[in-house]
């Protein structure tokens, strides 16, 4: 439910000097209400505890800027917000970077004559993207449009390179099974090959 004012000073005093158990105290006194606001604004579950995270290792990373006499629980929901903000930001950006490489990869099959690929095809990528597990999709999105390279999503994700290079793997084989299994064979001839440049 929150701390009094006497004893939230205290700990933030004692934070600002460095105290792991004032951080670990304040932490248990506000991440319930953090969660359940947080969650509100996102709907999911694993996004919410990622933020979560971030908002408490910024309040580590920046305990000598505190100021005791201030409401932390005041500070606490300005960092949440720019949080929550940057996590739909990075969304949309995700969605405009896809939006770039399916126009660059329709203007890269071309013809002079006639445009190589259509609206359908692009769908069928997308469809196809579609077909991944939750975390496997995220994992691809993150190699293939952020541009990332294995080793920084391994770190982001905090899973091995081992665990993203067999997403990737196995991500392709989906990707390419589902083109290949498609009736309009001209279209998987095309298709394939943009995700096998991505």
């Not at 970077?97 to 069928?124: F, G, P, R, W």
Request: hydrophobic share 40%.
């Amino acid at each position: 439910m929150g701390a009094d004012i006497n004893e939230e000073e205290g700990l933030l005093k004692l934070l600002k000097s460095g105290s792991e158990a004032a951080f670990t105290r304040l932490y248990q006194l506000y991440v319930r209400q953090l969660y359940a606001k947080t969650l509100k604004m996102v709907h999911d579950k694993d996004i919410t505890q990622e933020i979560i995270q971030d908002i408490f290792l910024k309040i580590w990373e920046r305990r000598s800027q505190i100021d005791p006499e201030k409401s932390f629980k005041a500070y606490l929901y300005t960092i949440g917000a720019n949080l929550v903000y940057d996590h739909f930001r990075k969304l949309a950006k995700d969605a405009a970077m896809q939006n770039n490489l399916l126009s660059a990869a329709e203007q890269d099959y071309t013809c002079q004559e006639d445009k190589v690929i259509s609206q359908e095809q692009l769908a069928l990528i997308q469809d196809a993207i579609e077909q991944l597990s939750p975390q496997r999709k995220r994992v691809y999105m993150m190699c293939k449009l952020d541009g990332k390279t294995y080793a920084e999503v391994s770190r982001e994700l905090n899973i091995s390179l081992s665990t993203i290079q067999d997403h990737m793997v196995k991500a392709n084989i989906v990707l390419k099974n589902y083109l290949k299994n498609h009736p309009d064979m001209a279209i998987y001839a095309v298709t394939l090959s943009i995700i096998a440049s991505l």
